[in-house]
């Protein structure tokens, strides 16, 4: 590695060289991830990771929905180093969704939610040594990586790299990465969810997954007491510091902890905050108030009991926050950084916390962790006054919705017969309606074993709610159209075909030259009116998935030179149309009709848009099982902007030309029905080049 006083980066980028606690790590990865929405700050992000383990290579995976494929999306690495995604772009033809198939190993561990620790490749166990070649090709020297995860479930990999020395690994380093890997599990969610939804649904679904992976991931134990001091809740991570389980500490009264003082008490039962810092004494834990797995004596906790209350001030639970310090007693500064962005994901979540007193029949609402502007878009005073019955509070809900929520939900939960149910309502406030998803939990029982405190937490969800609605009815008129247009174009088609074939006869019927220039005209455009609405028909059969494929070994070679051959009449005098004869026959497990339509309508396209110089067809083997179709042509070029939107339907980079705009889409997606991947490169002026892949078997 360079003794150079930076670490310099493949893209320019450059961190200065100094030894980063992680601390100072974690902080810089957070801000980075987030609070910017460049992707530009991912790269620094890895950046920030790969100075912190001081290695050449960090990159991020992705794995997407049901783990079927993976993909390398982010890295960063150092100056004079060989890239992850440059190396699988060569070695696979791409670094993205990437199968089992072509990695094993990596499959297999990641599946299984394992760490990858390869300290030397000399030592690599017997499993991975179908991954050995892969590693030495890419001059890997160790290798760690590890799982990041959400809400239980593995969604992608953070993964550090030497090249130029082996590493031992230790416990601290997979530790670190691990804790570094939680800050990556959120964006890696988002990426996951990028493609599927549109930013309205993606900040909405963001401020959720948010909220939950800080409560299930963050290194702080989280207790959630009713306004009698009795534990209703706590996270897993306050399991872990307690060393418990939860059947065992559940209902434990927080006034009857030996470890706080009595002084804190004093506060905690005045309604006001309470910051400790203590030895946890296990042995008289054990003794006087609960059971515990711990070996230790002590653990040196710091924590924080926050009261919760209406909007009268009154105290309806407390939240009590727990972080084991007993490692590292400089991590306080680590604790406050965590409980403030705790806070600020129930600020920014657009929810808030609620308590139903079956036995006196009232209603009590909390927003001490909330900012109504943000939960309601506006500021709401309050939704019922403090000591509302539940009738007042149904007769908010509308009335469509009444039964769904009541009669087969909240009935059901207060008399006994089940602990808990989730609903998705409309709720009057403030002289609007706006759509509710609540969490109901029974937490605290009668004597005889009735409900007598139930516990909500209510997420405003309207904006999705509108959303999917707009969705709805974006499909249906979606089918209204496609109908519409096969309808017509059956219709259309009919006269067009005696039209055509009218002007044909014309054409050689009259020997005027004047009637057979028209009769052409007629002729011509005739056609092209009727290839638009047979291209328009053939679209929606696509969309609506009437198209068959019939697959079987095709020699591509006779099929080039047909297309070629069909479209030389029609091609300028001052541009070449060829395809290189000299070409060896490639079979292809295809449908033969379909590939030569999607060579056509590309040929086509170059034919309009190039008015001299040159258009080839040529095609290769890709990495023995793909082969690949180029077309290059000198045309007219398309900007970055032209190119995203290229393979849209109707989309049509100048108007000069005839066609609505539907061969490309049409193209693409005859390409991916046939398991393939077609893309464009291009340059205003200077030509376009179009790939299109497709698997050999």
Known sequence: MSTDAKYRFNNGYFLEKKKRSLRECLSQVADLLFYSKEDAAVTEALAEVLAFFDVERAYLGIIHTEASHISFAYEAVLEGVGGVKSFFDKYFSSHLNLTAEQLPWWFSRLKSEQDIVVNNLDDISMEALGCLDLLAANKVRSLLCVPTRLMGTSNGFLCIETTSTSKQWTNEDIDNLHILANCFSYFVERERLREK????????MQNEILLQMVIENIPVGIELYDKDGYLVDINPTGLNILETTSEKVLGVNLFENPTISDESKMLIRKGERAYFENQYDFQLVKSTYFQSEAQVD???LVGENVPLKDVEGSIFGYLQLVYDNTEDFKRNEEMKSMLTKLKLAVDTGKSFIWEYNVKEDTVAIDYSLSDRQKVWGRNVDS???PGASFKNHLELIHPDDVERVYDQGFRMLIKGKISEFRATYRQWINNDYYWLTTNFHVYKYNSDG???HIICYSINVTDQQELELDLLRAKE???IKSSFIENMSHEIRTPLNAIVGLSCFLAETYESEETRELTNCIQLNS??????VDEMLYYTQLERGNVEYQLEEVDVKPICQRVIEKYLPKTSAEVTLSFDESHPSVFLYTDAEKLEQLLSQLVDNAVKYTREGSIVLTYETISNHTLRFVLADTGIGMSEKEQERLFYPFYKA????????????????????????IRVKSFPGRGSVFHVDLPLK
Do not use: C, Y
């Open 197 to 204: 939804i549109n930013l309205s649904a993606m900040k909405a």
């Open 298 to 300: 002590f653990k040196s």
């Open 383 to 385: 939704m019922k006054s």
């Open 450 to 452: 009735q409900p007598s």
């Open 477 to 479: 008129v979606d089918k």
């Open 527 to 532: 056609e092209q009116l009727l290839r638009t």
């Open 654 to 677: 100048e108007n000069f030309h005839q066609g609505v705009g539907l061969g490309l889409s049409i193209s693409k997606w005859i390409t991916e029905a046939l398991g393939g991947k």
